[in-house]
């Protein structure tokens, strides 16, 4: 059988076509729009496209150990959910992309009695750990699913529009299925934080799964496609000094799944370390002043739906 050719994609925050060439790294191709400079990969691959690509992922990466144990550790959400709290102190959330479903475990846990909580996701053998602790999931694409009078208080995408072939799709459904008033949580990796200004095309995270590319400015420009939110906060958070150091000496063009989670149980084991408290204090000061500075690893965004 031949396989399916690459799906050529406009620009997921503007639709427009004209992009100029950025950056080659193995199958993974960057271009950047002409028209609004929102960078992202132009063809992709047609599993990418679809979400097979996770489903055959499953095992090997969400389920191995090191993953697991790294995204149930207390300390993992921490930041989204200090965020997330917030703006929602109750009421029914959709986390799109749950994966394991370490975030709505979290949160249930944490505050048994304020969310009812739902997941999604397109990776059966990580919803079946979901479930399993007790997660409510839906399994399949969001936007095929029938979420005929449902709604919610909060949706929250954390690490997933990287993913989305098509992103646009989702924050259109996302404005219909939230309340008047509540809230949508986005957290992408962000394109000009110091690891991607140290190491470019060398950090782990410029990979053929992530298919586009935010900078502040192109986020809230996504953002603005959609006329039924207004912009609440927008910032800048995380930092894996680790991963500069390890992506600085290697640069392999695509980091192996195991040694991906391998690093962040490591990671997570430091948070958590009681012999590491003043390190922790110069962790998290550095943190701090990246994400003032919009160069921390990651951008979040709060979005809320217009009354
Ligand atoms: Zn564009």
């Given at each position: 059988m031949k396989p399916d050719p690459p799906v050529d994609r406009p620009?997921?925050?503007?639709?427009?076509?004209a992009a100029e060439e950025v950056l080659n790294k193995g199958s993974l191709r960057l271009v950047r729009c002409c028209e609004c400079s929102m960078v992202y990969a132009n063809p992709v691959e047609p599993e990418l496209a679809s979400g097979r690509f996770y489903d055959r992922l499953g095992?090997?990466?969400?389920?191995s150990p090191d993953k697991l144990e790294s995204d149930y550790?207390?300390?993992?959400f921490e930041r989204e959910l200090r965020l997330f709290r917030k703006y929602c102190q109750a009421g029914a959330v959709l986390d799109v992309g749950c994966s394991t479903g370490a975030f709505l475990f979290q949160l249930k846990s944490r505050f048994p009695d304020s969310y009812s909580v739902t997941g999604a996701d397109v990776t059966g053998a990580a919803l079946d750990h979901a479930e399993s602790r007790g997660i409510e999931v839906i399994r399949q694409s969001v936007l095929d699913y029938?979420?005929?009078e449902r709604r919610f208080d909060a949706v929250t995408f954390w690490a997933v529009i990287e993913h989305l072939s098509e992103p646009g799709r989702f924050l259109r459904l996302t404005a219909r299925i939230l309340k008047p008033g509540g809230h949508c949580f986005i957290l992408v990796p962000n394109l000009k934080s110091l690891a991607v200004r140290l190491?470019?095309?060398?950090?782990?995270?410029?990979?053929?799964?992530?298919?586009n590319y935010f900078t502040a400015e192109t986020l809230k420009r996504f953002a603005a496609r959609e006329a039924a939110f207004g912009l609440v906060e927008i910032g800048s958070s995380h930092f894996n000094p680790l991963v500069i150091l390890k992506d600085f000496r290697g640069g392999a063009e695509r980091v192996a799944d195991e040694e991906r989670a391998r690093l962040l149980k490591r990671t997570t084991a430091y948070k958590q370390s009681p012999l590491l408290k003043p390190a922790r204090w110069a962790y998290t000061a550095a943190e701090r002043a990246l994400g003032s500075m919009g160069l921390a690893d990651n951008l979040f965004m709060v979005l809320r739906k217009r009354r």
């Amino acid at each position: 059988m031949k396989p399916d050719p690459p799906v050529d994609r406009p620009c997921p925050v503007c639709e427009r076509a004209a992009a100029e060439e950025v950056l080659n790294k193995g199958s993974l191709r960057l271009v950047r729009c002409c028209e609004c400079s929102m960078v992202y990969a132009n063809p992709v691959e047609p599993e990418l496209a679809s979400g097979r690509f996770y489903d055959r992922l499953g095992v090997p990466f969400y389920l191995s150990p090191d993953k697991l144990e790294s995204d149930y550790a207390p300390v993992r959400f921490e930041r989204e959910l200090r965020l997330f709290r917030k703006y929602c102190q109750a009421g029914a959330v959709l986390d799109v992309g749950c994966s394991t479903g370490a975030f709505l475990f979290q949160l249930k846990s944490r505050f048994p009695d304020s969310y009812s909580v739902t997941g999604a996701d397109v990776t059966g053998a990580a919803l079946d750990h979901a479930e399993s602790r007790g997660i409510e999931v839906i399994r399949q694409s969001v936007l095929d699913y029938d979420f005929a009078e449902r709604r919610f208080d909060a949706v929250t995408f954390w690490a997933v529009i990287e993913h989305l072939s098509e992103p646009g799709r989702f924050l259109r459904l996302t404005a219909r299925i939230l309340k008047p008033g509540g809230h949508c949580f986005i957290l992408v990796p962000n394109l000009k934080s110091l690891a991607v200004r140290l190491l470019g095309g060398k950090y782990r995270y410029v990979m053929p799964d992530h298919v586009n590319y935010f900078t502040a400015e192109t986020l809230k420009r996504f953002a603005a496609r959609e006329a039924a939110f207004g912009l609440v906060e927008i910032g800048s958070s995380h930092f894996n000094p680790l991963v500069i150091l390890k992506d600085f000496r290697g640069g392999a063009e695509r980091v192996a799944d195991e040694e991906r989670a391998r690093l962040l149980k490591r990671t997570t084991a430091y948070k958590q370390s009681p012999l590491l408290k003043p390190a922790r204090w110069a962790y998290t000061a550095a943190e701090r002043a990246l994400g003032s500075m919009g160069l921390a690893d990651n951008l979040f965004m709060v979005l809320r739906k217009r009354r």
